[in-house]
């Protein structure tokens, strides 16, 4: 029988001791501040309240990159940095970002000289780390890029690059470093509470989801990288706490690639609410978004609206020719952006206006709080916080060394689909049982790829691995429900669970995963 590999990591993560940094969070920002600590040499304890990339953090657009639309609204710096760690995540995994060229579409005489002019200051802020020039498309070569774009009127386009990269994966990969450099990270372990003890945070309550029992984690420094939930873990110091976030709501749909053959995506530069719409081809699909809604709540599957649905399919098919209908739509989701309020106003306006700067805050009890970002500047993110961090807990000031850090499965051969994601690690994969059987005839994934999330990426759901650590759920959510009963035997075989716990593992996936079918 298998050992659990979960009892090894529930063991580490309860030894008696005081930890020198403790993170709540297992998102972009949580996963990027554990392994900045950890490969400083701190001793870094990461807690997640459900599974890794949960939450906003495998819902994004896809994209590294940074910011079109944020240069248009006057944020230089912002752009300036997204750019520079646009370059050094593509040096330093290789194997989940991937140079892509987009073509800006021009239907009015005006719109090639004045995005072209954006995109040359977009190519000179990217600097040494530049992907490529940008460059002004006759139709022709515009409709060869970009072969299903509305031919009518269009006068050409703006070629530019940026970058892409699979969002849950990076995070996983994150997970895999932090390991990598002796961080111990545990999910399905929410924090109930803050250890209090004279005016300070000194650490933090959690319950074991899987087991039932309560645990304490003493640290230095406790860091609250929740992303929307940050105002959650900061209640819990302070009960009055004002809150730092007014969230919005970014939704996608998912197509079949024939709605964007080739290998160039399109960017519409202002929509009717203003913000910038992509069509993405990933995975052999197309993701399609994204929307600016603001939300009263913050709940853990958000679910895409329907006048948000409709937006998206509307906007595509003014520049799409075949456009997807209702029909073709093979997944929708949704993600929430932990925005910061602007102290002034309250949060009040549009949320499309409000700062995707990352901020920090540092409480009278030395919680330090990290919101607020976006995927393409999780390093930098977790570089600040580090430094707040050893200043609050005392710790010994060390420079960072992540800028050139290549992260776990480091490799520049290249593999096709779906084994790209694993790097270097794919051979191992290939050799684990079922690496010849597909999961399922309409998607990518072997039955090999759910035990390797099982045995080395924490995988304890059914929906970890169909959302996760493959991304299932997202290419084609009628067929992920289809292959749930097969990777449900898969995981209880694994973890030496019986039948009733694998069939509570289906019911409870397809709870879920019927959220992303489109009715």
Not at 322 to 342: F, H, I, M, Q
């Amino acid at each position: 029988m298998l050992q659990d590999p979960r009892s090894a990591i529930l063991a580490a993560a309860t030894a008696p001791g005081t930890w020198d940094v403790l993170v709540i969070g297992g998102g972009a920002s949580g996963l990027g501040t554990a392994v900045e600590a950890a490969t400083r040499g701190h001793r870094t304890l990461l807690l997640e309240g459900h599974d890794y990339a949960k939450g906003t953090s495998s819902r994004s657009t896809k994209l590294v990159h940074g910011g079109v639309r944020y240069l248009a609204q006057g944020n230089v710096s912002l752009v300036r940095e997204a750019l520079h760690e646009r370059g050094l995540l593509r040096k330093n995994a290789p194997h989940l970002t991937r140079n892509l060229s987009f073509v800006v579409p021009a239907y009015d005489w005006w719109a090639g000289p004045f995005y072209g002019i954006g995109l040359k200051l977009y190519d000179i802020l990217a600097g040494r780390l530049n992907l490529g020039s940008s460059k002004y498309l006759g139709k022709e070569a515009a409709l060869e890029r970009t072969p299903t774009l509305q031919a009518e009127g269009l006068m050409g386009g703006i070629l530019y690059f940026d970058g892409q990269f699979d969002d849950a994966r990076l995070a996983v990969t994150l997970l895999r470093t932090l390991e990598d450099h002796g961080g111990v990270a545990l999910n399905y372990a929410p924090v109930t509470g803050l250890i209090q003890e004279n005016g300070k945070v000194v650490g933090a309550r959690f319950h074991d989801l899987e087991t039932g029992q309560a645990y304490e984690a003493r640290a230095r420094v406790v860091v609250n990288a929740t992303g929307v939930w940050v105002d959650d873990i900061r209640r819990m110091e302070h009960p009055d706490a004002k809150p730092m976030l007014s969230p919005s709501q970014g939704s996608h749909v998912v197509v079949e690639k024939r709605f964007l053959p080739g290998d160039s995506a399109i960017m519409i530069p202002r929509t009717d609410d203003g913000r910038v719409l992509f069509a993405v081809p990933w995975h052999d699909h197309v993701v399609i978004g994204t929307t600016d809604l603001p939300v009263p709540s913050t709940p853990f599957e958000p679910r895409p609206l329907e006048e948000e649905i409709e937006f998206i399919l509307k906007t595509a098919a003014r520049y799409l020719d075949p456009a997807p209908t209702r029909a073709d739509v093979r997944s929708v989701y949704a993600g929430l952006r932990p925005l910061v309020k602007n102290e002034r106003t309250d949060g009040a306006g549009s949320t499309a206006a409000l700062s995707r700067d990352h901020v920090i805050r540092i409480s009278d009890g030395g919680l330090v709080t990290l919101t607020g970002g976006k995927w393409t500047t999780y390093r930098r993110m977790g570089e600040d916080t580090v430094n707040r961090a050893e200043q609050v807990g005392g710790l010994p000031g060390r420079l960072t060394i992540t800028p050139g850090l290549h992260l776990h499965g480091w490799s520049e051969e290249p593999r096709p689909d779906p084994l790209r994601v694993y790097g270097s690690d794919a051979e191992q994969l290939e050799a684990l049982p079922g690496a010849d059987r597909l999961l399922h005839p309409e998607l990518p994934y072997t039955e090999a790829e759910l035990r390797w999330g099982v045995r080395f990426e924490s995988a304890r759901t059914v929906e970890d691995l169909l959302a996760r650590r493959t991304r299932a759920l997202l290419l084609h959510a009628r067929a992920s429900i289809e292959a749930a009963p097969r990777a449900a035997a898969i995981l209880a075989e694994e973890l030496g669970r019986d039948q009733a716990w694998a069939e509570e593992q289906v019911r409870r996936y397809e709870e879920v995963a019927r959220g992303y079918v489109l009715a």
